[in-house]
């Protein structure tokens, strides 16, 4: 393992722990009102999340020291398993109070099979393409991982989550168009693509939005938040404002957030920001932003440097993941666009999703390491 840590990207490594560390505690911080009222222990949401973070590092070390190759015919079961896993949430799903389908429940602990589906579709993307490198001018070939991600996607909307679907969406799109899938079939698929938006458009706009459920209409009525006090979306946006403008620039006393005593729903999962805001300041809220861009374009730069499709893929959609992660849920939260339900990475309680950002960058580290390797048998030839 030694041997692997010197291969590995250091300051990816680095901020990714402390950033897990960071979220740690601030989930502590952000649910202890909630987690007393509920369970009669301020601390239960924190060690349940601490539970989660070591089987995350226990499947981190795993994966970073087992070969990209060895997924070669697995991430074909995995994504077979998964699919099976959310037809039968919709099959016989428990559904939340908030009428979602979305977890499988083990014991105590819930995994949301939507969320290890992001990973699936990235990994899956990376090997099929690999495996068939020559035949990328072929549209059943070039089109099998867009299909798949179709799959993930409409079978997440169904549940319905759209957030998640939303997420799922446009990780298989950016790997479609970062591949070498042939241009043309890209211009064909484009063009296929827009039809098939406007279609829906016009399927929604004559049906009133009725595939929609009250929820999800609700949420497109995002601006102005605090002039809709009254109403859940204004309610929840509004006092993210809040939590905001009582952090001020530099705050001295962190911890003492007043948003956390259930003045702000959802405070440590969707709506942790606003509560890192509050308690430590607008700097501090800046400089975890920043933390962000670097870890994207630190798994970037690799993805760049990788001498394979897999490896490629990978890197890309890694980043992607956590790009689109951060992007809409801060906007939501800032309330640019609706709400969406989408967690932050490392600081958001969540066990699946959790794990799933532990898997995805381990398997970036795989992939440094992997690229060591090849410059190093390069340099020796």
């Known amino acids: 393992m030694i041997r692997a840590f ?49 089987s995350a ?14 997924y070669n015919k697995l991430i074909f079961l995995i994504a077979g398993v998964l699919i099976l ?12 109070s908030a009428g979602v389908k979305s977890w499988i429940y083990i014991g105590p602990f819930g995994l949301q099979p939507s969320e290890f589906a992001k990973v699936a579709l990235i990994l899956f993307t990376g090997v099929y393409y690999q495996m068939n490198l020559k035949r990328l001018d072929n549209p059943v070939v070039a ?16 549940q319905p989550d759209g957030g998640t679907g939303l997420i ?3 990780i298989s799109v950016i790997l479609f168009y970062s591949s070498n899938v042939s241009k043309e079939i890209k211009v064909k698929t484009t063009f296929a693509g827009l039809v098939v938006v406007v279609i829906i458009l016009l399927i929604l706009l004559v049906t009133g939005g009725s595939a929609l459920t009250g929820m999800q209409k609700s949420r497109f009525n995002y601006k102005k938040p605090c002039t809709r006090y009254q109403e859940d979306t204004g309610y929840q946006v509004c006092n993210g404002y809040i939590a905001i403008n009582n952090g001020k620039l530099f705050s001295i006393e962190p911890g003492n957030s007043k948003q956390k005593y259930l003045y702000l729903p959802e405070a440590y999962t969707d709506f942790i920001f606003p509560i890192v805001v509050e308690d430590m300041g607008l700097i501090t809220g800046i400089v975890v932003i920043l933390i962000y861009m670097i870890i994207i374009i630190r798994i970037f730069m690799i993805g760049l440097r990788s001498y394979n499709i897999v490896n490629r893929t990978i890197c890309y959609g890694v980043a992607s993941y956590i790009l689109l992660h951060v992007a809409v849920n801060l906007t939501g939260v ?14 958001s309680y969540g066990g699946s999703f959790a794990l799933t950002l532990a898997i995805g960058l381990a398997l970036v580290q795989r992939v440094s390491i992997e690229n060591y390797n090849f410059l190093q048998k ?4």
Do not use: C, H, W
Not at 334 to 347: E, I, K, M
């Open 6 to 54: 010197n291969k590995m990207d250091k300051p990816l490594l680095i901020l990714s722990i402390f950033m897990f560390i960071f979220g740690l505690f601030m989930i502590l911080d952000a649910s202890s009102m909630k987690s007393f009222l509920n369970t009669g222990e301020n601390t239960k949401y924190f060690f349940r999340q601490l539970i989660f973070l070591v």
């Open 168 to 170: 799922l969406f446009f």
């Open 334 to 347: 800032l309330g640019l666009v609706p709400l969406t339900g989408v967690p932050l990475p490392f600081l």
């Open 57 to 70: 590092l226990v499947m981190a070390i795993i994966i970073i020291r087992k070969p990209l190759k060895k």
């Open 378 to 381: 390069k340099v020796l030839k």
């Open 85 to 96: 896993m959310l037809i039968f949430l919709l099959v016989a799903g428990e559904e939340t």
């Open 143 to 158: 089109l099998t991982p867009l299909v798949l991600g179709a799959i993930f996607t409409i079978l997440t909307l169904l």
